[in-house]
């Protein structure tokens, strides 16, 4: 490794006013600032993460990285978890140590979330939005109508989980949260350019979501790219090439 690539060695904390203590790299060059968002129950230690963050050091771009409260480094309980709570969290980062634009760029939940921080953003703060399968509403279409009695009753609801060997769960306040900011049946006021990267093989979210997504968006520069062979992950060699090429696109069109 680069003796002087030092920012994925070490973590940070930004201290929440609540006391929660946000784990978070940075790495400082030419803006707008790129802020990754990892997926539910993901962290900035994910080969997505890695890669940009090594991508935006070597070019000489600014990169955050961060895990959410009870994710990765970042103290709390998991349990705790909501949409609006991890909003929060990346808002107070941004605003703590990006000073100019940022180009927000979100994984599976991750995308639902670049949603909800763009749309609290101050305007034109937002440079440009990145998703990757991004899952807006994934508490609504993402659910059967048993599942959602039972987390309306107050059940934590367990899944079969292919990425790792514990269950899944989803915690009723994360999905009484997440119904409350459903964003696909309306406009979403966002008018800065969006890139959507979605696998057609991809088991999580069905790749019309992008569609469905790019329609919603009020901006009128949203792209779609469909990868026909691609998963959920989207982390093969050709995936990251793309995923780069897209953020090369933005960020320079942005600068």
Not at 116 to 122: D, E, I, K, S
Request: aromatic share 6%; net charge negative.
């Amino acid at each position: 490794m680069d003796p002087t690539f030092r920012g994925m060695t070490e973590t940070c904390f930004h201290e929440m006013p609540d006391g929660r203590r946000i784990a978070y790299r940075l790495t400082l060059g030419e803006g707008p600032m790129m802020v990754f968002l990892p997926g539910y129950m993901s962290d900035m230690a994910g080969s997505k993460a890695a890669a940009v963050f090594d991508w935006a050091h070597r070019h000489g771009r600014a990169c955050l990285l961060l895990d959410y409260s009870g994710c990765g480094e970042s103290p709390g309980d998991f349990a705790d978890g909501t949409l609006l709570r991890w909003k929060d969290e990346v808002v107070a980062l941004i605003e703590a140590l990006c000073p100019g634009r940022v180009v927000l760029i979100g994984s599976s939940m991750g995308g639902w979330l670049m949603l909800l921080v763009a749309l609290a953003l101050p305007e034109g703060r937002c440079a440009g939005l990145v998703g990757i399968a991004a899952a807006p509403d994934f508490t609504d279409w993402g659910k059967t109508d048993a599942e959602k009695a039972r987390l309306a009753a107050g059940e934590v609801v367990l899944e079969d989980n292919p990425y790792g060997p514990e269950p899944t769960p989803t915690h009723p306040g994360f999905w009484e949260n997440g119904q409350a900011n459903l964003l696909l049946g309306h406009e979403i006021a966002i008018d800065a350019p969006v890139r959507l990267l979605q696998g057609q093989q991809d088991p999580d979210v069905p790749w019309e979501t992008a569609l469905k997504l790019a329609k919603a968006l009020r901006s009128a520069d949203v792209q779609v790219q469909l990868i026909k062979d691609g998963d959920h992950r989207l982390s093969r060699e050709s995936d990251i090439a793309l995923l780069l090429r897209t953020l090369d696109e933005i960020v320079s069109g942005a600068a």
